[in-house]
Nanobody, 115 residues
Framework: QVQLVESGGGLVQAGGSLRISCAASGIAVSINEMAWYRQAPGKQRELVALITSRGTTTYADSVKGRFTISRENAKNTVDLQMNNLKPEDTAVYYC?????????WGQGTQVTVSS
């Protein structure tokens, strides 16, 4: 059974940094595509960053140069380092795994950026 548990969200001032983490069980992050999505109030869930099994990364244009996705295979975690945060980054951030049987989601972690 796949389980994804996000942590590390919180309140930060604009221009600050935050690192959120996704701990996976029942799946190996090293051999599966993993991603971070976010959903702001009244908006659709959107892709923020993705890392493939080969380590190729993709970012939304709005976060390029500010966010970095990485994985730590020994801990079976996927992190999202967020720098120079803006109020428009405020959202619930969700971890997603994409194994053979389809997408699995975590419960989300709230990130709030104050101006």
């Amino acid at each position: 059974q796949v389980q994804l548990v996000e942590s590390g969200g919180g309140l930060v001032q604009a221009g600050g940094s935050l690192r959120i983490s996704c701990a996976a069980s029942g799946i190996a992050v090293s051999i599966n595509e993993m991603a971070w999505y976010r959903q702001a109030p009244g908006k659709q869930r959107e892709l923020v960053a993705l890392i493939t099994s080969r380590g190729t990364t993709t970012y939304a244009d709005s976060v390029k140069g500010r966010f970095t996705i990485s994985r730590e295979n020994a801990k079976n975690t996927v992190d999202l380092q967020m720098n120079n945060l803006k109020p428009e980054d405020t959202a619930v951030y969700y971890c997603q795994a994409m194994p053979w049987d389809g997408p699995h989601w975590g419960q989300g972690t709230q990130v709030t950026v104050s101006s």
